[in-house]
């Protein structure tokens, strides 16, 4: 089969063929039809995790295609079936004609959205929902701040959120006002020329997917029990946090079915939107992955194997 594969850290990904895989007792085949990228391809793809992975790899982690077939332990899906979901921290990746998830990697997509629209799903709509309700606790009525808010997690959050029942506060660059305003937040804060702490107040949670200062500044706004809940590297005071009695978090998001067939449940029921912004054939993937980390566009960039 075809798979686009990283040799060597940090140089561009090749195409090659190399041996289509076979399930396991847990695992299911898939029949790649669509692929996104990820940022932590490319945190991969430049060798910041070869500490715990050696090369060659095949890159990528989510998908969307159909069953191939299934080992004998898997209930939930069947050859045939068309599925979704993502193969974290995995030798062989996604970007490939064939891939083997774990049991608790795959389900059934999203029955409204292509192959492409669902690739684009996984890895980000799971960080939005692990860190809104597993690591934020997020109540109907809260106030909340998301950081980062046009990105793929961020816009994600925010419409949780706000299905929810929360007030939010959306905070991003001018540039993604627009995009940002469509998915409904009750205030977008212009991060260049707004201060958040001067426009939300007292918040009850913050998600922040930019990481640096935040946690910092956020202390100005959480009260005694408000959570702060960061997909970056915790930087600044948590000390500080402690004292004050903020809870906080780092995010390391989980492949779990039961998470991805919610988030199926709602964007059939039209109370989630997924955006594409661009596809391109999987033996452009290094083009792909340049655009992806050079573009400021919102919406997912996605990889047409079939």
Not at 25 to 29: A, F, P, R
Not at 267 to 273: F, G, M, P
């Given at each position: 089969m075809k798979a686009m594969r990283v040799n060597n850290w940090g140089l561009p990904v090749e195409l090659e063929d190399i041996p289509q895989p076979k399930p396991g007792?847990?695992?299911?085949?898939v029949k790649v039809h669509a692929a996104s990228i990820n940022p932590f391809d490319s945190f991969v793809h430049a060798g910041y995790m070869q500490g715990m992975m050696s090369t060659p790899i095949t890159l990528g982690t989510d998908f969307a295609g159909e069953v191939v077939e299934v080992g004998p332990d898997v209930k939930h899906v069947k050859p045939g079936d068309a599925v979704y979901g993502l193969v974290p921290l995995r030798a062989a990746g996604s970007f490939a004609e064939y891939v083997v998830a774990k049991a608790n990697e795959v389900t059934h997509k999203p029955k409204s959205l292509s192959y492409v629209e669902a690739a684009g799903v996984p890895l980000a709509s799971l960080a939005?929902?692990?860190?809104?309700f597993d690591l934020g606790q997020a109540q109907k009525g809260d106030r909340i701040l998301v950081i980062g808010a046009g990105g793929a997690v961020g816009g994600c959050a925010i419409q949780l959120a706000k299905e929810l029942g929360a007030t939010v506060y959306a905070v991003d660059v001018p540039e993604k006002a627009g995009f940002i305003r469509e998915l409904g937040?009750?205030?977008?804060?212009?991060?260049?020329?707004?201060?958040?702490e001067d426009v939300a107040g007292t918040v009850d949670l913050v998600l922040d997917f930019v990481g640096g200062e935040n946690l910092a500044r956020s202390l100005?706004?959480?009260?005694?029990?408000?959570?702060?809940?960061?997909?970056?590297?915790l930087?600044?005071?948590?000390?500080?946090?402690?004292?004050?009695?903020?809870?906080?978090?780092?995010l390391g998001t989980q492949a779990r079915v039961d998470h991805l067939d919610d988030l199926a449940r709602r964007?059939?029921?039209?109370?989630?939107?997924i955006f594409?912004?661009?596809?391109?054939?999987?033996?452009?993937?290094?083009?792909?992955?340049?655009?992806?980390?050079?573009?400021?566009?919102p919406g997912k960039i996605v990889l047409k194997v079939v």
């Open positions: 007792n847990d695992e299911v085949l939005a929902y692990q860190s809104l937040p009750d205030r977008f804060i212009d991060a260049k020329a707004e201060r958040y100005a706004l959480l009260k005694s029990g408000g959570r702060y809940v960061t997909s970056m590297i930087q600044g005071p948590q000390d500080e946090a402690e004292k004050r009695g903020v809870r906080v978090v780092g964007i059939d029921a039209k109370q989630l939107k594409i912004h661009r596809t391109f054939p999987l033996h452009e993937a290094q083009a792909a992955i340049e655009y992806r980390m050079a573009s400021t566009n």
